[in-house]
């Protein structure tokens, strides 16, 4: 079944710890986003990258890494930084100025 | 920078009323517009977008470069269009090869009441 696939589904994270969420694609696609979505603000973009090595700074980058090692795969870190991390992780890939297909997403909660 | 901007958190219309979901953007160039929806308990899919002019569901969209809009139209709405929609806009390819920033509006909650 290709696709995009986040996992877990749900993640809960203690105060201060880092945590990091995954994202793999096997549709060959180039370019890899990370949003975070809470209720009444949308989609908001946390990162993005469109080849390996290679990533850049979304609207709220602020408290989180990544990294983009190989095309399929594309971690997204929490870390002790991000304020108010508690929200709904969706990852997503695309083709360039094509359809972006997104992941289930991840729903972290921090307790 | 790329903006998009939904007016409207939520829109509730009656089954065989027209819709229409409004879409500005801001955007320094040539943008690549598109609607997303997001249906109870399924992923977020692509809906359509403005280069292929295509009609999707009975769902319309012009682009109004004047206006710098993209609204979302259908002429009789469905109970089966009750979801979120988001209005999205892409820019191209920076000359350094760099990703492209993948920018979407704050969705607006459509409800088609019977």
């Known amino acids: 079944d290709g696709g995009i696939t986040q996992s877990p589904k749900y993640l809960f994270r203690k105060e201060g710890q880092n945590v990091t969420l995954s994202c793999e694609q096997n549709?060959?696609?180039?370019?890899m986003y990370w949003y975070r979505q809470d209720p009444g603000q949308g989609l908001r973009l946390i990162y993005y990258?469109?080849?390996?090595?290679?990533?850049q700074k979304g609207d709220i980058a602020e408290g989180y890494s990544v990294s983009r090692e190989k095309k399929e795969s594309f971690p997204l870190t929490v870390t002790s930084a991000q304020k108010n991390p508690t929200a709904f992780y969706l990852c997503?890939?695309?083709?360039?100025?094509?359809?972006?297909?997104f992941g289930q997403g991840t729903r972290l909660t921090v307790v | 920078a790329q903006r998009v901007t939904q007016p409207e958190k939520l829109l509730s219309v009656f089954k065989g009323a027209p819709v229409e979901l409004k879409c500005n953007y801001s955007?320094?160039?040539?943008?690549?517009l598109f609607w997303y929806v997001q249906y109870s308990r399924q992923r977020l899919q692509l809906l359509l977008r403005?280069?292929s002019r295509e009609s999707i569901k009975g769902f319309t969209a012009d682009l109004n470069k004047g206006e710098t809009s993209f609204h979302l139209k259908k002429p009789f709405a469905q109970e089966e269009d009750s979801a979120m929609y988001y209005c999205?806009?892409?820019?191209?390819?920076?000359?350094?090869?760099?990703?492209?920033?993948?920018?979407f509006g704050s969705g607006t909650q459509l409800t088609v009441l019977p």
């Open positions: 990258s469109q080849i390996v090595n290679d990533f």
């Open positions: 997503a890939s695309s083709i360039s100025q094509h359809e972006a297909f």
């Open positions: 549709l060959n696609h180039d370019a």
């Open positions: 955007y320094s160039g040539s943008p690549e």
């Open positions: 403005h280069i």
């Open positions: 999205a806009l892409s820019g191209p390819m920076g000359t350094s090869g760099s990703a492209r920033q993948l920018t």
